[in-house]
């Protein structure tokens, strides 16, 4: 009796404890997967997955070396100094004419990525191509088009003899391949996303800072107020942020139009005169003011959550032993409400910087972020792996301040409403 | 909150000027919501207040915008916008597709909160990270991603399409705010339930539900709201026919800027104040439920 009470603890249907309750333990983990299962293939299947083949899709360069295999071949022998010799010619000659025409068009907008006339030029072979009918192909071919005589045509497929390539991503940041695959960087009238990139940057430090600048304050004013005036005053914050973002952006528009309510205050204030009112949108300001006061209440939230937490009597200890105000707020409170300082900051930071409507619709010519690039990539210029690389760029950027973002808060603390 | 009496006038000074700080901040985030609300009832077509306005002459205000939006189109009036039924289209649209990315995102997301607020569930971080992740993502890369995809699977333009990518964003308001309510939900009441001879369903349908419906109702409105908003990914998924409110007034303010977009404008703000009313009253309730407050 003794003997086997110290060895092992049995159940009533005597099976040791311990396994007992490890069996049981396995059964609960596996309910509780069960009943996430559901909700977690959905997401992978109609979100992670075409996200993470969207990334697959920018270093994507197959289908044009499924077009022109054996030319890729042969030009990887090429020197790259005169005009390419007889071969291969000959085999662009035939893959040219073997190819479906939708394999040909699309290769044909891919070449024409690295140098624009590629697309054209095919078209053109391969109507032309057909009369030719038998080598040696070089003469023909310029005499067909004299672009095949030109070097830099050639030159310009030489970024695409891999299947992988890093040139989209090498486009998002104004850089190229040349010929040679050397990083080289793009001609200077081509150069669009490196400025894009500083100026989404700009717009979402500044729209963090200004979002502070207000909402600390009001953040404070909430927190330390009693409680059903606070309840009351905090209408003013939630009630932006559950209407809708267009709702919010048309008021804009009508605010801060030229003949708008802005303007039209201050020339009946006599501010200014009725000739020179204020271009104040459909430019960065426009961005800025409107993306401010639609990103506002996510940081007034997070403060208002962390300034609740500090008692209130701290202030009153250091005010009663004998310090200013402004030096107990600056030594006492402030760095209590750091959390929340840093909580807003990284929220609105990350909202700002994937901002596409609002710039959109009152960022005129300079107040478009890098998400007007993704979406004229993906609709307008059909240049689908430089929208995936634009993208992929963007979402490490998000990745990373969301990983620093869950170091300081933790995701799973964050609230709603 | 009044000052106690022995602040400085600096003090004092310093007080009120935060107060009228605040004041102006408050007036920044509001005021733009409601200036639309006046104008939408304008005579005229432009998109600022007329002196007969100022003047509260009313031949100055008019309900023609409102009977535009609503596809009645007067034959005597100035033709100055186009009239269609595209807002009526819109709406029915919105609302079909809203509702049934609702049911689809509160009965995935409330199921999986269930299981995430296990004591035993395995990988909870990692698994979370995944479940949240359409809420973190930027809409314009999440539509990019889905467009890509969807164009494989031939999605593109159907409403399927658009309910389901919608249902994926709706998800994580709804995993938050049920997972929100079940902390601190005492599993002694199952244990209960189960010892009174409740099996499962029972349990949870007389048990567990009435307790975590506020969070559920307020994930699910959550759900709707990130919808019936959602414009980004029906600009790249939808065709033509599946305008909802949100593109429309997208191509309003691109195209022809009619004040038919500040009634429509008008009209969502009324249904954001009803929604922001309901989460509040279920969030007390939720809280006096659940004995944190009384």
Known sequence: ?417 | MALPTYTTTGQKIGYYGFLAYCAMVFFFLIAPIFIIVPLSFNQSPFFGFTEGMLRLDPDAFSLRWYEQMLGICREDAIITTVCTNKWMLGTVNSFIIGISATILATTLGTVAALGLSRPHMPFKGAIMALLISPMIVPLIITAAGVFFFYAKMGLIGTYTGLILAHTALGTPFVVITVTATLTGFDTNLIRASQSLGGDQIRTFFKVIMPLILPGVISGALFAFITSFDEVVVVLFLGSVEQVTIPRQMWAGIRQEISPVILCMATCLVILSIFLLTTVELLRRRSERLRGIRR
């Open chain 1, 1 to 417: 009796m003794n003997q086997s009470a110290k060895s092992e603890i049995l159940t009533t249907d005597g099976i040791p404890l311990k396994i007992s309750l490890k069996r049981a333990e396995r059964l609960n983990k596996i309910r509780a997967f069960a009943l996430v299962l559901p909700l977690a293939l959905f997401i992978i299947i109609t979100f992670a997955f075409p996200i993470l083949s969207m990334l697959l899709r920018s270093v994507d360069d197959k289908q044009i070396n499924t077009v022109f295999p054996k030319t890729f071949e042969v030009y990887k022998q090429w020197d790259r100094k005169d005009l390419p010799p007889e071969e291969l010619y000959a085999s662009m000659f035939h893959e040219i004419l073997s190819a479906e025409k939708l394999q040909i068009g699309k290769a044909s907008t891919r070449m024409n990525y690295s140098k624009s006339g590629w697309k054209s030029l095919l078209k053109k072979s391969k109507r032309k191509f057909k009369k030719i009918k038998e080598g040696p192909y070089k003469e023909q071919m310029i005499k067909a088009d004299k672009r095949w005589g030109q070097i830099e045509f050639w030159k310009a497929l030489g970024e695409m003899v891999d299947p992988i390539t890093f040139g989209y991503y090498l486009n998002a940041v104004d850089l190229k391949y040349d010929s040679d695959k050397n990083v080289i960087q793009q001609p200077e009238n081509r150069r669009v996303y490196n400025s894009t990139w500083i100026k989404t940057l700009k717009v979402s430090v500044l729209v963090t800072l200004f979002t502070l600048l207000l909402g600390y304050p009001v953040a404070y004013l909430l927190a330390t107020l009693p409680l059903k005036l606070s309840n009351l005053l905090m209408i003013f914050v939630l009630l932006p942020f559950w209407t809708s973002l267009l709702v919010r952006t048309v008021s804009w528009i009508v605010i801060l139009m030229q003949k708008g309510i802005f303007n039209s205050i201050l020339v009946w204030g006599g501010v200014i005169a009725d000739e020179n009112r204020m271009q104040l949108i459909y430019n960065q300001t426009g961005t800025l003011i409107a993306m401010t006061q639609i990103l506002l209440p996510f940081m007034v939230l997070p403060l208002y959550s962390v300034m609740k937490t500090i008692p209130p009597t701290y202030m009153r200890a250091a005010l009663n032993l004998g310090a200013k105000p402004m030096h107990a707020f600056y030594r006492v409170y402030f760095p209590q409400s750091v959390p929340g300082i840093s909580a807003g900051g990284l929220l609105v930071f990350v909202l700002a910087i994937g901002y596409f409507i609002t710039p959109a619709l009152v960022g005129g010519k300079d107040g478009q972020l890098i998400g007007h690039w993704i979406a004229y990539h993906l609709k307008t210029s059909l240049n689908w792996g430089l929208c995936s690389a634009l993208g992929g760029i963007l979402l490490v950027v998000m990745l990373v301040l969301y990983w620093v973002y869950n170091k300081v808060v933790g995701i799973e603390n964050i609230k709603l409403g």
